[in-house]
């Protein structure tokens, strides 16, 4: 199993630019997450999902939308980028709620 | 209010010497409680958890954590640290507020470093 994979690794956008990060996992799990991680602030969480074609926002959700067609699939789309918004992107996911979280390698984001 | 202190931001210990990394939580309730690892660039990797049951859990690479209602703590330990030990550890809790207990908070991390 690949586990949860994210791509891409590393991306420089510029002001106003769109994008969307690309999350997977084949572990058939129910609950997916996107966090962010800054320097010294811990682990953000900007949305998640308890299946296919439910999502919730998290603590910081603004700036960015989410969609879940699949169960393995959970992309988070940034649609207009502000430097506020560089940061690295982790995905996640878990079998329930209670259960351990599966985290991707993460995407690293520079905005410019 | 829920949340998890993690109080230091740096530990550094000696290779061979016991380590321990420390944290605190508040949240109503039965807490949901796990402990993460990060190497260097790297994603977060799920070391251990306590639900229930005995309060000294075992977990991966050698670590373990105490449970300590009282004193509503929930610290890693290792009894022999490795250099390969050194990392980014963060605590976490599950939010037990309705409506949000499908979420973990999270502590801010403390990097441990060993020294040879």
């Known amino acids: 199993n690949a586990g949860v994979t994210q791509t891409p690794k590393f991306r420089i956008l510029k002001i106003g630019q769109s994008m969307t990060l690309q999350c997977t996992q084949d572990?058939?799990?129910?609950?997916m997450y996107w966090y962010r991680q800054d320097p010294g602030m811990g682990l953000k969480l900007i949305y998640y999902?308890?299946?296919?074609?439910?999502?919730d926002k998290g603590e910081v959700p603004n700036g960015y939308n989410v969609s879940r067609s699949t169960t393995e699939d959970f992309p988070l789309r940034l649609e207009l980028a502000a430097p506020s918004q560089t940061s690295v992107y982790f995905c996640?996911?878990?079998?329930?709620?209670?259960?351990?979280?599966?985290f991707g390698p993460g995407t690293r984001l520079l905005v410019l | 209010a829920q949340s998890v202190a993690q109080p230091e931001d740096q530990v550094n210990v000696a290779e061979g010497n016991p380590l321990t990394v420390k944290c605190t939580y508040s949240?109503?309730?039965?807490?949901?409680l796990f402990w993460y690892v990060q190497y260097p660039n790297r994603g977060l990797q799920f070391l251990l958890k306590?639900?229930?049951?005995d309060n000294l859990v075992k977990g991966s690479y050698g670590f373990e954590a105490e449970f300590n209602k009282s004193q509503t703590s929930f610290h890693l330990k290792k009894p022999s640290a490795l250099v390969s030990d050194s990392a980014l550890y963060f605590c976490?809790?599950?939010?037990?507020?309705?409506?949000?207990?499908?979420?973990?908070?999270w502590g801010l991390g403390t990097s441990l470093g060993v020294n040879p």
């Open positions: 976490a809790v599950r939010d037990m507020r309705a409506g949000n207990n499908r979420k973990l908070i």
């Open positions: 999902s308890v299946g296919a074609g439910i999502t």
């Open positions: 949240v109503s309730g039965n807490p949901y």
């Open positions: 306590y639900i229930t049951g």
């Open positions: 572990m058939n799990h129910n609950y």
């Open positions: 996640a996911s878990s079998l329930a709620d209670q259960e351990t979280q599966y």
